[in-house]
């Protein structure tokens, strides 16, 4: 016979909770303006996200660790904190959005059975609810991919009812395909025109499909280039106005460096979006006279501003008459031979303007950095060196052009393999970073990735004397792929069990919530200090064999 007591458990542990004599950690909400006061032993027991927060976190001076969460409100998360505690949660006389809130959050605090529970609740007594809030609901179980029961429930509406989502002005511009795909993650592009495939990808991003959106652009940049370079100024247009399409925007401004001509001598140059201008500005390797590219920014400047002939105007009456005619026709066609006698111009000194100065390819690290790491990825003992370095080291994030936000670095990375992520501290002159060979996959749970080839690794810079390499001693968690369902707007690139980039303010700038404390998956510790820490900028760059071209004598 078994006798159990769980009210009076659930009594005693609130009065626990209430305790402010025995805490050990303090929890900050609503950009802290609100604090509670937990113990670590409780939160690890009831909640795996808590457990994993607490693991990484290095407790104060006081021996408290602080755990920050500006996202969530006060009032929900006492609600939480009291189920931990108790198992109890009290929803008398609180509104639906309240509970439906409720659910989100305990999903992202992985306290499955608290978030079935309120789920189930919802679909059972809140149905009037659920319909009225179609929109809001949909958009959010599709993202969080988590609530099977609520996805079950809105399709077997949509089965009786369609113009609940087809009569929606939210879904009048999305194509068959992009519906599809939200019931059943799967889109069928066999025997689609590649136009299908653009089109599709542009209504994706509209729809903030952000997972189809990137698969479509890669899968045009990989598989339909020759229709890419056709449809050049169609698409050129497109995507710079659009400013969601990064790698196609590289895939265009990589070609247009080598042949300039392609869009500088198109008649669509005057109409091109001035983000798409300037990103071509910035290159270093634009093969064109600097003399030309002032004429062509001043031709593309005048278009802008129409108004010009309106300004000359002023002056028809001192002017002669065939040169005002000439000024008319120069404007509308500038390309056409004038008749007015042109005088030559005043002779000056002939100064020659500087060739452009090739930009650091890094704000962080060094050819020389390059080389030892190089060394490093090859498992050479003696660095190579630098006018001798078999690999390029091909920028691909930049954080102070980019942005810091974890997500950010899941977006962008995400399918790229043989990667080094290099990061400064703030405070302090270390550099730090990682090798990871694999490709970085945004689409997982959280799965570890195995290696033997990864590394971490600190830098030797200004009062650093000695750089330090740590290769990976336990393969099978190398690599951390954060899960895409809550964690990738807190947490980026991660080593092992304890080397991350993360912020609970998704900036890695500042809220010193970055840690690099692993003797556990790699060999030493990279650091000699072990609290977390903020960054002034990180980098991250693609390895690539250098292709040496055979030397016919």
């Excluded at 978030?115 to 919802?122: A, D, G, P, Q, Y």
């Excluded at 004038?338 to 060094?366: A, D, G, H, N, Q």
Aim: aromatic share 12%; with cysteine.
């Amino acid at each position: 016979m078994t006798l159990k007591f769980f009210e009076k458990l659930s009594q005693n542990l609130i009065e626990l909770l209430n305790d402010k004599d025995d805490y050990n950690v303090i929890i900050e909400v609503e950009n802290k303006e609100k604090l509670f006061t937990t113990h670590s032993n409780v939160l690890k027991c009831r909640s795996p996200y808590f457990y994993k927060e607490l693991e990484n976190i290095q407790p104060n001076e006081n021996n408290i660790k602080i755990i920050t969460m500006p996202n969530i409100s006060a009032r929900i998360f006492d609600v939480i904190l009291k189920y931990i505690y108790s198992g109890i949660v009290n929803l008398e006389n609180v509104e639906t959005r309240f509970i439906f809130d409720l659910m989100l959050d305990t999903d992202n605090f992985e306290i499955e059975e608290l978030t079935n529970k309120l789920e189930i609740l919802l679909i059972e007594t809140k149905t009037s609810w659920l319909k009225t809030h179609f929109s809001l609901i949909f958009h959010t179980i599709f993202n969080k991919n988590n609530f099977k029961n609520l996805e079950n429930f809105y399709n077997d509406i949509i089965a009786k009812y369609p113009n609940l989502i087809f009569d929606s002005n939210e879904f009048i511009s999305l194509p068959e395909s992009a519906l599809i795909y939200i019931y059943s993650g799967i889109v069928n592009l066999e025997n689609v025109e590649t136009r299908f495939i653009f089109d599709l990808m542009l209504d994706t991003d509209n729809f903030e499909i952000e997972e189809l959106t990137n698969k479509l652009e890669i899968l045009l940049i990989e598989t339909k280039t020759s229709w890419l370079k056709t449809h050049f100024s169609l698409i050129f247009h497109t995507i710079f106005n659009k400013n969601n399409f990064k790698n196609l925007e590289n895939f265009y401004n990589d070609i247009i460096a080598k042949y300039p001509n392609l869009i500088f001598d198109s008649n669509e140059f005057i109409s091109l979006p001035e983000s798409a201008l300037m990103s071509l500005l910035k290159r270093d390797d634009l093969q064109i006279e600097e003399i030309k590219i002032w004429d062509y920014i001043i031709k593309w400047g005048i278009s802008q501003n129409p108004e010009i002939y309106d300004k000359i105007k002023l002056y028809k009456k001192i002017l002669d008459k065939q040169l005002w005619e000439d000024i008319k026709k120069h404007i509308a066609l500038p390309d056409r031979p004038i008749k007015s006698v042109i005088l030559p111009p005043r002779t000056t000194l002939i100064t020659e303007l500087p060739s452009r100065t090739k930009e650091p390819f890094s704000t962080i690290i060094s050819e020389e950095h390059v080389a030892e790491i190089s060394a490093w990825i090859d498992r050479k003992t003696i660095n190579y060196p630098t006018t001798n370095n078999p690999y390029d080291f091909q920028l691909i994030l930049h954080g102070t052009r980019d942005g810091f936000a974890p997500q950010t670095f899941w977006n962008i990375c995400h399918g790229h393999s043989n990667t080094v992520v290099v990061a400064k501290v703030k405070g302090t002159d270390e550099i730090i970073g990682g090798y990871n060979p694999l490709a970085w996959d945004s689409t997982t749970d959280g799965e570890w990735a195995q290696t033997n080839d990864s590394f971490i690794f600190s830098l030797k810079n200004g009062n650093i004397q000695n750089s330090i390499l740590s290769r990976v001693k336990d393969p099978q968690f190398a690599i951390r792929n954060v899960s895409k369902k809550g964690y990738q707007h807190q947490v980026g690139p991660k080593f092992g069990w304890k080397f991350q980039l993360s912020s609970y303010v998704s900036n890695f700038t500042l809220d010193n919530n970055s840690c690099c404390c692993d003797c556990i998956s790699y060999e030493k510790p990279i650091r000699t200090l072990s609290k977390n820490f903020s960054i002034v900028n990180y980098e991250v760059f693609k390895v690539v064999k250098k292709i040496l071209k055979n030397i016919h004598f």
